[in-house]
């Protein structure tokens, strides 16, 4: 018995062999569905996320047991991706607030870079020079 459970971690070494294991995805789909599993046991009307809880944990599970790693590398190239987005948009609505008593924040219409100008006064034409394709676009302040 002693020597069964010695070489069980051998055993799950050579069933993983191959496979394609853990990675960002995963880590997120599993600590969504413990979140989820956990607000549908405590909270009696949100019950009803412990189905997608258990899909997001199996899911999450078959991706550690694939053996078709392209396909698994692929779906976290466009989860990090998704994720990059969102933390440069985060990042960005940051600063907005860091900055709103002095500056404020305007979409370039012809590249939609955000350019940064120092806070005009209320009721005035201006015009504004995007850093990145050097177009003018005026704004009413
Ligand atoms: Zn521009």
């Not at 002095?102 to 995007?130: D, E, F, M, Q």
Request: glycine residues 6%; aromatic residues 12%; proline residues 4%.
């Amino acid at each position: 018995m002693k020597r069964f459970f010695e070489n069980l971690g051998y055993k799950f070494q050579a069933f993983m062999q191959g496979r394609y294991g853990t990675d960002e995805l995963s880590y997120f789909l599993s600590m969504a569905s413990l979140v989820m599993l956990l607000l549908s046991c405590l909270i009696r009307p949100l019950g009803i996320l412990y189905l997608p809880a258990l899909a997001l944990m199996t899911w999450s599970l078959y991706r550690s047991m694939s053996k078709n790693i392209y396909k698994r590398q692929k779906e976290r190239t466009g989860y990090l991706e998704f994720r990059r987005k969102i933390e440069k948009k985060t990042a960005l609505l940051k600063n907005m607030w860091r900055d709103r008593n002095t500056h404020r924040y305007y979409k370039c219409p012809h590249c939609k870079a955000i350019v940064r100008i120092p806070k005009p006064g209320k009721g005035r034409n201006i015009v504004i020079t995007c850093h990145r394709c050097h177009g003018t676009f005026n704004k009413r302040t």
